[in-house]
């Protein structure tokens, strides 16, 4: 035991420095408080049903809490038979969030670069640089947990694969499937593909050196390896990716139905959206200089000092007022600190770190390992397709053409990929002045990158208007609308935006003589290295601390105690208005509000799931159908005929003026289900669309000519008698009972989704269909009948017991690794 301390004793004291920086950053989440996150809001509004439910010890797989309902696979689900949601689980348990997220980013990055072969320290440094790279705790401030999480697994799984290659095939190739399936699992499908990429290049990198060197017979084996890990992964997964791969057909990411009448794309999202955050060019200069774009949209850099401050306060503005000025000039288009393409908003740049950009430099120079070649292609790639809409000519080749790759949006998200290789081709290259002998000519390299990185900080000191142009693109229009708001006021608006061109060059230039200062001392550390003057551990040591104070200072400008709140604080962050008292007061159990306050909002409505079954909501996962009815639908104008048959029975507005909020009840709402006198059938979709436009939804019925065989399995009568009603309600489980004295074709207020719901008519299984669009119909008997819906996607349950084997066998892997690793141990 005490030789397993002695051999492990720098691992341990690298996971001790790892939990004190923790500790230190992240102080208030040990103390119980929880990050403020928007995002995090957003989400809760959308679990609420889920969430009651699961109070009561109840897991359901549908909602009807946001957009009328759908399933809950995006939002939240649990996956009781997969190992990675108990070590999640475990995970989370342990630690408050976001110390988990943190504290794996720093564990799986120092296991690469273990994996790697440098010494504990430079890999703890290696590990600290990536893991507080701006992107990552700007995601954690936002409340992207899941997409954090996801790349949290990047280093780990890149290692597991490296592994393998290497020879280390079971090992390798258990670690492999572990991590994989963690990543999985994290449920964040962009990042995973996005990383793809990065493996892709890396085993096309590694079959030309086997070639070459004729020892393919090795790398075909490590790829079987590699392929028996993926499929177990996938499997310990079957039930999250079958669910996400049989609902995502059906969103937004999924085929248009429209032709005609439609704003969609005929596959994926729209091309405008998906490149709606696209890296600027020139803001690549943020790996090197965080604040060279301008830091984060709004006004947060500005004081009283600044030239923006100036020009209001020169038109006799009191001081007490500027800062209320300056608040409201902030939402103008154009008047934030932020100067670059990304619209509505970015929350702060991708900061790599200056040390790291000048070593990643230095290794282009003096790494002799293939790794090399594997980083900076998949830097270029990554970066190339980050600009998106700002470099059209490779990101439209993969959004046209490259599977699944139009399923996302905001394209800058692939740079955690290169933040990722910066640090792995930046530590490779002091590795390199450790193990290379040569040290004059790697003196040669240091200085020339010395020389490369030093010119492009002088220049961006001295004159960063040759590079940076400071103006964001939309200037000249920014100025014609804030002039329209001081009364067509030209010249103040032209003098504002004209000072806040001189603040953002002045926030650059500060930057910039601060990365100046960082390089220089990385600089220096090596050339004492290399004259003999420190040594490696010495050396080590100062740049872990190195980018430990670089990342520290920059990222507290976005992660700060005041982010932190106690989770009192949080819940009480949404409070229900005096309309929604009133509403919460009606028990019946199934019926939905509209807020028409704010009908361009309808997408993005956080406020009223939390209290109610909203026609709105949020989230990125919205069924097509829905999706295209809100287009045609409320756009333009409000379709009181949709609102009724989706069962609004409470319609919010609110006074522009004074912001109070009043109700109205609904006495058209169609309620539940019920029985129409007509079916008229369309051709298609457009038609549908058409159809429900303008017509009476108590009446009649839009259906699909596809299904008129369905509709007319029997023969359909009218009782203007007939009653359907609703018995019992579960968002998983609805029960109806009917009465008719004729065969009726009956309309449900819930949203038809065909992969999962199934009808059961006095407990037979009788076929349903879409009518209106989106909702559900049936033929019911005559006579009086028990109607049951129940939602049981083969895709998850089925899915589980695929992922039950896959989970076992996982474990089995992971043991039967460990089990020869330690008998190779012994042998030795």
């Known amino acids: 035991m005490n030789n397993w301390f002695k051999r492990n004793g720098t691992h341990i004291a690298v996971v001790a420095l790892f939990l004190a920086i923790c500790f230190l950053y992240l102080t208030p989440a040990f103390q119980g408080k929880t990050l403020g996150q928007s995002d995090v809001i957003g989400a809760q509004s959308t679990q609420k049903e889920v969430m009651d439910y699961r109070a009561k010890d109840t897991t359901i797989l549908w909602t009807n809490q946001i957009f009328s309902g759908m399933p809950t696979f995006q939002i939240w689900a649990p996956y009781p038979s997969n190992i990675a949601s108990h070590v999640v689980s475990a995970i989370k348990a342990t630690f408050p969030n976001p110390v988990d997220t943190v504290l794996i980013l720093l564990l799986g990055t120092y296991f690469l670069f273990i994996v790697l072969k440098l010494n504990p320290w430079l890999a703890a440094a290696g590990a600290i640089a990536f893991t507080f790279s701006t992107y990552n705790i700007i995601l954690l401030v936002a409340g992207h947990s899941n997409q954090a999480f996801a790349i949290a697994f990047f280093a780990p799984l890149l290692a597991s694969i490296i592994m393998t290659l290497r020879g280390q095939y079971y090992l390798g190739g258990a670690l492999t499937a572990f991590f994989l399936a963690m990543e999985i699992r994290a449920n964040h499908v962009q990042m995973t593909y996005y990383l793809m990429f990065a493996i892709v290049i890396l085993i096309a990198i590694e079959l030309y050196h086997a070639v070459k060197a004729k020892a393919t017979a090795g790398f075909v084996r490590s790829i079987g390896f590699l392929a028996v890990a993926t499929l177990l992964a996938l499997s310990v997964n079957a039930s999250l990716l079958w669910s996400t791969y049989d609902y995502g057909t059906e969103t937004i990411r999924g085929k248009s139905n429209l032709i005609k009448n439609t704003k969609e794309p005929n596959n994926g999202l729209d091309r405008d959206y998906a490149y709606q955050y696209s890296q600027g060019v020139a803001e690549s200069f943020t790996f090197l200089v965080p604040n060279a774009a301008g830091g984060g949209s709004g006004l947060d850099n500005i004081d009283e000092n600044s030239e923006f401050v100036k020009v209001f306060a020169s038109k006799g503005i009191p001081q007490e007022q500027i800062g209320n000025a300056i608040s409201q000039i902030s939402r103008f288009p154009g008047y934030s600190m932020y100067w670059g393409p990304k619209r509505p908003s970015t929350f702060g740049p991708y900061y790599f770190g200056a040390a790291i950009c000048f070593l990643f430099i230095l290794g282009l120079l003096v790494v002799r390992s293939r790794l090399k070649w594997w980083l900076l292609g998949t830097v270029i790639l990554t970066m190339l397709l980050s600009f998106g809409g700002n470099f059209p000519f490779l990101s439209d080749l993969f959004f046209n053409y490259f599977p699944l790759y139009n399923k996302f949006r905001a394209v800058e998200s692939v740079l955690a990929v290169t ?62 609308t804030l002039a329209q708001a001081l009364n067509n006021d030209t010249a103040t608006a032209s003098a504002a935006a004209n000072a806040l061109v001189r603040d953002r060059t002045a926030l650059e230039r500060n930057d910039a003589i601060r990365s100046l200062i960082f390089v220089v001392i990385a600089f ?129 507005t609110t006074d522009p003026k004074t912001g109070q909020a009043s109700m109205r009840a609904n006495s058209t709402a169609c309620g539940h289900a019920w029985f129409v006198k007509s079916v008229k059938y369309v051709e298609n979709a457009d038609e ?136 190779k141990k012994k042998v030795e």
Not at 561 to 580: H, M, S
Not at 710 to 728: F, M
Not at 775 to 801: C, M, Q, V, W
């Open 419 to 480: 933040g990722l290789c910066f640090p792995l081709l930046a530590l490779l290259a002091i590795k390199e002045f450790i193990d290379n002998p040569d040290k004059a000519d790697l003196f040669k390299k240091l200085k020339i990158a010395g020389y490369i990185t030093g010119v492009l900080l002088i220049v961006l000191i001295a004159m960063p208007e040759l590079l940076l142009s400071f103006k964001p693109f939309d200037q000249v229009e920014a100025i014609k």
């Open 688 to 823: 549908e669309m058409q159809a429900i436009s303008s017509f009476s939804p108590k009446d009649e019925a839009m259906i699909d000519k596809s299904y008129k065989p369905v509709v007319e399995a029997k023969a359909v009568g009218v009782d203007p008698n007939g009653t359907i009603k609703l018995l019992s309600y579960n968002p998983d489980h609805l029960v109806y009972q009917s009465s008719s004295s004729a065969n009726q074709v009956a309309v449900f207020s819930e949203i038809y989704y065909k992969k999962g719901w199934k009808m059961t008519i006095d407990g037979v299984e009788q076929p349903y269909y879409r009518a209106d669009y989106l909702l559900r119909a049936a033929t019911i008997p005559l006579g009086n009948h028990t109607i049951k819906f129940d939602f049981h996607p083969a895709s998850y349950y089925t899915g589980e017991g695929i992922s039950m084997a896959g989970s076992i066998l996982l474990v089995l892997a992971l043991g039967g690794a460990a089990f020869m690793e330690t008998k």
């Open 524 to 652: 220096g550390l090596l050339w004492a290295f290399v004259k003999q003057k420190i040594n490696v551990t010495i050396m080590s040591v100062s740049f872990l601390a190195l980018m430990l104070v670089d990342m520290w200072q920059v990222d507290k400008r976005y992660l700060k105690e005041t982010n932190f709140q106690d989770k009192v604080e949080t819940a009480q962050a949404i409070q229900p208005r005096e309309v929604d008292n009133f509403i919460m007061k009606d028990k019946d159990p199934d019926f939905r509000v509209f807020d028409a306050s704010d009908v361009n909002g309808i997408k993005q409505d956080t406020y009223n799931p939390f209290f109610h079954k909203s026609i709105g909501g949020y989230s990125a996962a919205r069924l097509k159908r829905y999706e295209e009815l809100l287009d045609n639908q409320f756009s333009k104008s409000i379709n009181e005929d949709v609102l009724d048959m989706l069962n609004a029975k409470y319609i919010i």
